[in-house]
């Protein structure tokens, strides 16, 4: 044994067990599990990323100034204001180093991103999960949650892994009903695939005060996961603290590159969107008329709940899947265990989900 301790908390981590992508003695996996993007990565982001290979000696942008700019022109942020990281899970931690530490509270719903409480629990922080109504958290219940010893509340806004979303409204008045002194994080990594004229990404609440701060990712409908590239915009003074703490080449030369040229490919973003469009709601109607279900996502994802009845439960699904070689995600380990989760893919895909389905559920 060491005589070594770890800080309190990290003991009671669970580490993260990522979505499955191979299956034993299975050439040709469909791989649904971790909500990427249908379509793939933009083809000029792919040859961005290709053309740094005889760069790698060198070290990247620490600041990330020509990324951040690229991200600011996008959306019409100011880029110093933006913080860049490997990936949002990396800004998001961040946050938690930054604002919680022992005797404190971070807050979020009970079916929420099953990274917050490790986040939580890495700095000693206590994580807090509220009760969700229809698996959606509600503004009530995140404020009746508040102690004094609160300090980040962590908003998924869709929710991964239920797909659910608060309106516009909705997130305005968690924010005017949470004190100064408690940092809300509005984690939208799914905000491009949200149609909804009521929604918002949270760059107006962020804004409007010093205690909100957006986070979004490339690994979803940029499909550029295996890169590690997020971001956050933060009201300046939050900024100061994120750039204190990352540490200082935390985002490839290659991933910047990368990212850069996927938002300059307008035309591939709004074909993954469409993409995403028409095939959701189409994987959603199936999965109901299998007999599932479904709970209404604004995601690239949906979450079908299976009957338990001990033949058609969802831990039968998912080794039945498996024999077929399609990959979704259980979503056990966030509190739903009848519950799993898949990706929306491509048309054969989903075709291929469909007809799996239809065979188990026909199952005696």
């Given at each position: ?6 800080r309190p908390g990290i003991l ?205 990712t490339f690994s979803k409908i ?53 993409h995403n469009t028409a095939w ?85």
């Amino acid at each position: 044994m060491s005589s070594l301790t770890p800080r309190p908390g990290i003991l009671d981590i669970a580490p993260y067990v990522p979505g499955a992508s191979k299956i034993q003695g299975v050439e040709r996996i469909i791989k649904l599990s971790s909500n990427e993007g249908a379509l793939g990565p933009s083809p000029k982001a792919v040859a961005a990323y290709s053309d740094m290979a005889d760069r790698l000696h060198r070290y990247p942008d620490g600041g990330s100034v020509e990324l951040r700019a690229t991200i600011g022109a996008q959306h019409g942020l100011d880029p110093d204001r933006i913080v860049c990281g490997a990936g949002s899970d990396e800004v998001l931690a961040l946050l938690a180093r930054a604002y919680a530490g022992p005797g404190d509270e971070i807050l979020f719903g009970e079916h929420a991103f099953t990274m917050y409480p490790l986040f939580a629990l890495g700095v000693g922080a206590t994580p807090v999960k509220v009760p969700e109504t229809n698996y959606t958290v509600t503004v009530d219940a995140l404020l009746a949650g508040v102690t004094e010893r609160t300090r980040i509340v962590y908003l998924a806004n869709p929710n991964n892994p239920t797909g659910t979303m608060l309106t516009k409204e909705e997130v305005t008045a968690l924010r005017d009903g949470l004190r100064d002194d408690i940092l809300l994080v509005i984690d939208a990594a799914y905000a491009e695939y949200v149609t909804r004229n009521d929604y918002t990404a949270g760059i107006e609440l962020v804004d409007a005060g010093e205690n909100v701060v957006m986070t979004r990712t490339f690994s979803k409908i940029y499909a550029l996961g295996a890169v590690r590239l997020g971001w956050a915009y933060c009201p300046a003074v939050i900024a100061d603290i994120l750039n204190r703490i990352r540490p200082p080449f935390n985002v490839t030369s290659a991933a910047q590159a990368a990212g850069i040229a996927a938002i300059g490919d307008v035309e591939f973003l709004t074909r993954s969107r469409d993409h995403n469009t028409a095939w959701l709601p189409w994987l959603a109607e199936r999965l109901e008329e299998c007999g599932l279900d479904v709970i209404p996502s604004f995601g690239n994802f949906v979450l079908a709940r299976f009957p338990e009845d001990g033949v058609h439960d969802a831990a039968s699904a998912m080794a039945f899947f498996a024999s077929r070689g399609i990959i979704p995600r259980s979503t056990a380990s966030a509190g739903i265990p009848d519950g799993i989760r898949i990706t929306v893919g491509i048309e054969d895909e989903m075709r291929a989900v469909i007809d799996a389905v239809t065979a188990f559920m026909d199952q005696k």
